[in-house]
Each structure stands twice: as C-alpha cells, then as structure tokens.
C-alpha cells in the first residue's frame, strides 16, 4: 500500500519546464510548428534507444541530433545552435511554484531528476525561482542512462538517502511514472500534457490536472 512520501522528485523537462515558447524558433527557421513535438519525441526515443544498448547521449548531443534529423539536415549549424539556445530561457509552467510550495509546507523534500544537464536544471531552477525549493538536483549522467532505466531512479534514491517506498516522483509523461513505480516509487501523473495514461504501463498512484493537484494528493496519503 502506497503512502505519504517523504521526498518528491520532480521530472524536469516539460513537468516543470515549458517548451511552448521554443516553438517560435522552429518557425522561424522554417519548421513547422508541430515539429517542437516531434523534435521532443524523436530526442526522448534516441536517448532511451542508445540507454538500451549500453550506451550513452548526453541531453544536448541528442537534442541537436534529433534536431538534425526532423529537419532533414537542411539547418545550418548557426540555425541549429538558434533553435537550441532557447532552452537556456524556458519558463517554468504556471503550476510548478505552487506545487513544490505545498510540498514544502507539508514537510515533504523535495528533488529534481531530469534527463537534461544538471547545471542546465540548476539554471533553471534560479531563474524561475524554484530552487529555493529543492533540496537536490539529480541528472542522468552520473549513471550514465536516461530515465525510464532502473539505475536513474536507484541513484536518485542513493542522492536523496531514502527507501524508495518513502520517495515520490511527479511527471507529467506516463512512461516515467511507470519506470519509477517498477523501482519502487510512490508516483504521480499530471495529465496536462498527455491527457491519456497509457494502458500498456502501470497506472500512476495519484493522478490530477495539474502539479498542484498531484502533489496535495501526495500530501493526502496516509503516513506510513
């Protein structure tokens, strides 16, 4: 039986990081405006693929590759680095102060644990104001694979010096709750962004339309 965790992380990259305002610079290097989504996707799948395997991308190597490919390699490496700088200027979304207020008020630590770069994440978390939250950022080149692999949840656990029964990670894509909760994780799945959960993966333990919904039901559970 799930409870009350004692620590939540938090994915990173579109959970509490907006990719909405990149979309204008796939535009204006003659994208499309869906391709902001594809590009996403395709980076996600070659980082996992290349995890599977045994090897290892770090986050910008797979963005700027997945870059090219959606692109047809018809970018110029000044349009590749235009696009991809505006990763160092995304806003947090709407709902990720309010959500790690709560937690912290309740007495709940909480972490990052992105498939970005940490010092990327720590910069993000400064300029959004977030860090004052966050007890830990943890990313995945320490272990060198990207999450949904067992060991990015292991070392986390290792980082946060908890049982896994005592930690929650929050997501707004169902593949990570479902990598977390095969670790042992209490879960939570925003579907904001998703709007579906997946069938073929485990249902997350607290679900709501928001970051701030999910974490009160967090909050909400029963103390071990």
Known sequence: MVHRPHAVAFDVVETLMSLEPLRSRFVDVGLPESALERWFDRMLRDGMAVT????????????????????????????????????ATLPAHDDARAAMRLLVEADVSVACLSNGNRNSTEAFLDRSGLSQY????????????WKPSPAVYEHALAVIGLP????GLVAVHAFD??????????????HRLERHYPDIFTPADVIGDDLVEVASGLIALQRA
């Open 52 to 87: 599977l395997t045994g090897d290892y991308a770090t986050f910008p190597a797979a963005a700027e590759s997945a870059l090219s490919v959606i692109a047809g390699s018809r970018l110029s490496d000044e349009q590749v680095r235009y696009v991809l700088d505006g990763l």
């Open 134 to 145: 966050v007890d830990h950022v943890i990313g995945v080149a320490d272990v060198q694979a």
């Open 164 to 167: 896994a029964h005592d930690v």
């Open 177 to 190: 709750c479902h990598g977390a909760h095969a670790a042992g994780l209490t879960t939570g799945w925003a």
